[in-house]
């Protein structure tokens, strides 16, 4: 049940198998009200990092672990997700600089993300962004962690939340990032940051259920 | 989806080998991360750079050279490339007096330009980043992510380039840029979408008679659907949000740039040019340079955009100083 450097590993791993599972779905939200490129950049760079775990000795704390995926990430995503998720995953790694995550630590994981992803995107919740699925992640993550929960079950209620934080995104109308060119016309579709934010993070939460 | 090409995950290393094959006496194209930089740099003058998605070809490696920028980097198809890439380019454009970044208004050009800007600083190279929004189909608000760059990029990149060759400072460099993007305006019309390569369906559905007013490069959707017109009717609806948002009336001298989208024929361009042309003489524009062709393409989409520049007698004489790269010679 540890959240340590394998679990981060496993989460990676299981990130990248479930992107290029489901890369034709994204590439299908992004083609509604993008460019429909995001499953793909996404895909690309996920399986970069997958390549990347398999060719250098596996770090042994989660941070470690942590910044290798934002530093490939940010060198194989490209679009606006790779600049993304890579301070995502940087600000997260400093802040889970430890062998194994405690629930306040996965908390504070999850806050430094959305914090990366807050000041480099400056875009802010209701925006029909990532930012809806990672916000509604901290917000429920730091609910469960006061009401006691262990750490599995802090991730537990954080992947629920950045599920519901991605439906949330369908009736909004976009005012940042490519789709706001769309206006009014963005209404009715999910966010494909938003739905590959929960995706990650349901891998992180499976991750440590297996563990 | 038919198209000339290999394995779809080779499509950029492909174009990129040709294109560094073909202009080989022009530029070096680098590989790992990839980009493109001009044979014979000058030193001691301010780097140029520029970059983004591949797929609008000429844009940007083919404005490499003499004259325009020192360096491009070209992302995956219709995707900005990575911060690791720009550094690398910045790096070999830097001649020791900084280096300007001319980039796109599209999140994640600005995004992978911003990051890399601040891994240069960290390194002691000055950058600074002049960003080009030339798009009106989109209304510069707080609830967009703003206009977008599109062919407005070309007057940037050949007027700078020009301030940077004959040796102007990083700050001198910076406000020429900047003066032409006050003063650029675009506006295109999309009768097919693109067709990107590893996706391999059209990018947005248009039914037969049907035009995109307003689209982008990158084939996302317009603001507005509207029928087909003659051309002249649809030229009229690109030309007029120029006039009125420039306020280009009176004695105003004009650079007139056709862009076509990649799948519209030259003839089919010069249609646009005479009725914009013609359009804009009616409000008193004097149109005093003229650039025709596919310079910012988005694939194989089938469409055109009509660029405005409003000119004073700097702007021309740089617009007019010798270039010679594989796309703008003179």
Redesign the interface.
């Known amino acids: 049940m540890a959240l340590d450097a394998a679990w981060a590993v496993r989460w990676a791993r299981w990130s990248a198998e479930v992107v290029v599972a489901e890369r034709e779905h994204l590439?299908e939200l992004d083609?509604r009200i993008?460019?429909?490129?995001h499953g793909?950049?996404l895909a690309?760079g996920l399986s970069a990092v997958q390549v990347k775990l398999g060719q250098v000795p596996v770090p042994d704390q989660v941070g470690e672990v942590l910044r290798l995926v934002a530093t490939t990430m940010?060198?194989?995503?490209?679009?606006?997700?790779?600049?993304?998720y890579?301070?995502a995953f940087l600000r997260a790694a400093k802040i889970s600089g430890v062998s194994s995550l405690s629930p306040a630590a996965v908390v504070a994981m999850l806050e430094a993300a959305l914090e990366g992803v807050v000041s480099?995107?400056r875009a802010s919740p209701g925006e029909k962004t990532m930012v809806d699925a990672w916000a509604a992640a901290v917000g429920a993550a730091q609910e469960a962690e006061g009401a006691g929960a262990d750490p599995v079950a802090v991730l537990a209620a954080a992947a629920d939340a950045a599920e519901a934080g991605a439906r949330s995104t369908v009736p909004m109308v976009a005012?940042?990032?490519?789709a706001?060119?769309?206006?009014e016309?963005s209404a009715g579709h999910m966010d494909p940051g938003a739905a590959s934010t929960a995706m990650l993070l349901r891998a992180a939460h499976a991750a440590a259920e297996s563990s | 989806m038919k198209k000339l090409m290999n394995e779809a995950d080779r499509f950029v290393p492909d174009v990129l080998e040709g294109f560094g094959a073909a202009h080989a006496d022009l530029v070096q194209v680098h590989g790992d991360p990839w980009f493109v930089t001009r044979r014979d740099r000058a030193s001691g003058k301010v780097g140029l750079v520029s970059g983004g998605g591949t797929g609008h070809e000429p844009l940007h490696v083919g404005f490499v050279g003499h004259g325009m920028l020192d360096a491009a980097v070209p992302g995956p198809v219709f995707t900005s490339p990575t911060p690791d890439a720009i550094v690398a380019a910045s790096r070999a454009a830097d001649g020791g007096r900084g280096v300007v970044h001319v980039v796109k208004n599209y999140t994640g050009d600005v995004l992978n330009f911003e990051t890399a800007a601040e891994l240069l600083e960290d390194e002691g190279i000055a950058v600074r980043t002049v960003l080009v929004d030339d798009d009106v189909a989109v209304q510069g608000s707080t609830f967009t992510a703003g206009r977008r760059g599109v062919a407005g990029v070309v007057p940037v990149e050949k007027i700078a380039g020009a301030a940077a060759e004959r040796g102007d400072g990083l700050d001198e460099v910076v406000a020429v840029a900047e003066r032409v993007v006050g003063q650029v305006r675009t506006m295109g019309v999309a009768l097919a979408a693109a067709t990107v390569p590893h996706v391999g369906r059209p990018g947005f559905d248009l039914a037969e008679g049907e035009v995109e007013i307003g689209v982008g490069i990158h084939g996302e959707p317009g603001r507005r659907r509207g029928p087909l017109e003659p051309a002249d009717a649809l030229t009229g609806h690109l030309v007029e949000p120029l006039l009125q948002d420039l306020a280009l009336g009176g004695d105003d001298e004009v650079l007139l740039l056709v862009n076509g989208m990649g799948g519209t024929p030259l003839s089919e361009l010069y249609v646009v040019y005479r009725g914009a042309r013609r359009h804009l003489e009616d409000a008193g524009v004097r149109v005093a340079r003229s650039s025709v062709g596919n310079l910012v393409t988005s694939l194989d989409m089938q469409g055109a955009s009509v660029t405005t520049l409003r000119l004073d007698p700097e702007l021309m004489a740089l617009w007019d100083a010798p270039v010679r790269t594989p796309a703008l010679r003179w």
């Open positions: 590439v083609r993008g460019d429909g490129d793909e950049n690309r940010m060198s194989t995503v490209g679009g606006a997700a790779g600049p993304l890579g301070t480099r995107g005012t940042k990032g490519r706001s060119y769309l206006g016309r």
